[in-house]
């Protein structure tokens, strides 16, 4: 056989006029080439045994020459169904010796200088020494004997087989081809309508485990199929031979010529794995040699130029000059747009210029081509327009009012980067051709807040955190565990960095992070003790599975696949994330209706459609200012450029407070134990601003009496006796307060009565009398045999009212307001 020929450079190998096979030979990786044992001449990759992506390790079975191809398997296939059946331990499995095998492939004669192929591939001799040696004078002779004997000498090679695939030697003169495909020629010979000269330019070659073969196909695909496959390895994919042979096999059955001409390898029959990666390669050939620069001027981009993904076309805006004057804007833009949602949001405004591209071409004879021609009356129909397909549903106003305020932008833009001058794409648009402060539409209601989960629901996710890990990975769990705890959005999760965790001077833990959508980088945000330990043992987890990538360069949560070095971060959890909660059975929570007048709590299944990553955050933000984390601290917290986004929690919060007083007013009584309302319904919101406007709140309840109230609780004039006062009232949000105060009472009574020092007149006033003590009983005991008369759900709903009620109270009696501790929903966690 031929010894493999030097890997010359690759300018020299392209054929003259081949300008496209010139440009992507001039880009492969020569070391890469050397690593895949690559000859121009003999074309046949050979897989290494020992490279982060595409190394194959040898099968640790004694005798097997085959690979392992599957990272996850400890032997190859063949050694792992003889494992199965063969019922040892691995560790004393691997020990013993596989049999011989009729193996596959060729190797040379073991006689000196002799270039034709062993007969088999278990033997040592070619066809003719073997004869020699079984049916000559020589057969008493050993191999070794034989090979040494001065009648035996080498002979020169047959050739190359025919077949185009093949790179094996023929094995006789009279026969064009190798052994193994003149065994294949005499069965192809039965079938009907055989034709050898077809047969032997479509054939398959005969390879081993690390081989594959690109003889038999054009030039220009195999240029482009060595640049799809480095491509693909720099992804960190790893095309595996068992895929790339049946390929390739197809490819040069059809006689493709180069990749492009595979439209829809869907549809012709290539597996799944097979599919990704032709559009790999197409894609990795389509953007060879491709400029930012290069692509800019056309209608549509390919973003993976800019370093993004997916395209951008400009087809919605109409007019030329307009269109012309976008690409200009968005070339511009995009660098300030430092996260993935840089397309996106390129992709919004173009759409809402389009809009004003075709209002302008509905509403002008000239169709909008003459940017000199347009005029305020054109800016004033597309404020119409915009406001008609609002009104009849088609955009929300939300989606009206950004794409009016990226259309005023885009053409203050237009102004700044000199496009109206004369020259211009622009020229001469007239200067009233803009969105004026008076043109933008009302903002509506905010959306960003209250769309986090009820508490149950996210117990019950916490407490199935569990199946998440089973069936997505732990990184996934670990990503949505700091999700709940820390409110980030979903790609600041994912993109943390190993080193994420830090601490201030005084030892508290702090989650280091880039606010991506801000592009303020660095943020610290304080965290818990048991988040910073989830944190501590996945950097444990990850350390352990990268040990030989610098700390500095890994990733908190990488990729599970295609990542040798650690280096890539987690891609987007949404899916798995989703799948997990559909697999989830029905999260119940509490609805409060009002049937015969009287409130009836009913347990309905959650829209599970509301549970998504992004959720967490809001859930986060909301139990924040339920607690009454200060206006400014949560803003730091989230991270808000505005604090009208962050004021929207507490305007929530405010609603919730509300449906809890209407919870709490069924059990509502005045000084005497009385129910006030029996059949008690939700206040009106007259009645809201009542209570708030004429009561004061008390120790144990609330008072009417006027002038108290408008002293704001300073002036009772029965000095807080206001068990004896017509004015007050009691619900159960303040029973341990009434308890409180009995157990006070009490002492109270207890010390006066001992040897405590004072005057008759003294001790008589402060002594507690029987009858304050006697009504405060009386009080707390209807309270709590209302309470004992509930239903153990309803009086779970009235428990989680009072405790949102009490959460927000606010006793004017000069004592310091104790701000409530945040809702826990780790004690349900599942352990890791």
Sequence with gaps: MKAMAAVVPLGAQAPAGETRLREILSALDEEFL??????????????????????????????????????????????????????????????????????????????RRCERPRDTVAGRLCQARDAQHTKTGLRTLTVEEFLAHPRVSGHASFGR???????LDRAARQDPYCKAHLQRLYRARTEAGFEEAHWRRTDKAICTTREVSLRGLPDLLVGELLYGLWARTQEGMK???ECLRPLYDRLRAHQVRELAEVADPAGQGHSREQVTMIRAWQRALRLLNLTPERERVKDVWDMAVFGYTGRISFAPVLQEPLREAMKIWVYDDLPRRRNKNAVQHARAVIAAVGMLSESLRLQREDRGMVPAAWSRKD????????????????????????????????LLRFRALGLTAPGQLLEGMPADFAISPEDMPDEPEDTEAGRDLPDEVLRELCARLGELEAVSGTEVRVATELLIDTGRRPDEINTLMLDCLEQDPDGSDVLVYDNHKGYRLGRRLPIGAETAAVIRRQQQRVRERFPATAPARLRLLPRPKTNPEGTKPLPEIGGQHRAWVTSLPDLLVPVLTLERGTQVTHLVP???????????????????????????????????????TTMGYYRVGHDRRREAIDRVTALQFDRHGNRVWRAAQSLLDSEHVRRAIGEVAVPYGVCREPTNVAAGGHACPLRFRCLGCEHFSTDVSYLPDLQAHLADLLRSRERLMSAFEADDWARTQAMPSEEEIRRIRRLIDRVQNDLDDLTPEERAHIEQAVAVVRRSRTVMLGMPRVRQPLPDVRPVRTPM
């Design 379 to 410: 800016i004033v129909a597309f404020t119409k327009r915009m406001g008609y397909f609002t009104a009849g549903g088609q955009i929300s106003p939300a989606r009206r009012l950004a794409f009016t305020r990226f259309v005023r932008r885009v």
């Design 34 to 111: 050397g690593l895949l044992g690559w000859d121009w001449d003999r074309r046949v990759i050979t897989w290494p045994r020992e490279h982060p992506v595409i190394g194959l390790p040898d099968c640790p079975a004694p005798g097997c020459p085959l690979a392992i191809t599957v990272a996850t398997r400890p032997m190859c296939g063949g050694c792992m169904e003889r494992w199965r059946g063969s019922h040892l331990p691995l560790e004393k499995f691997v020990l013993v010796p596989k049999a011989m095998s009729r193996g596959v492939g060729q190797g040379p004669c073991a006689v």
């Design 606 to 644: 959650f829209d599970k459609k509301r549970i998504f990553p992004y959720a967490y955050r809001h859930c986060y933000a909301q139990r924040h200012a339920d607690a009454g984390v200060p206006v400014d601290v949560l803003k730091e917290l989230m991270d808000h450029r505005r604090i009208s």
């Design 161 to 167: 087989c025919e077949v185009a695939a093949c790179y």
């Design 239 to 241: 095309p595996r031979p």
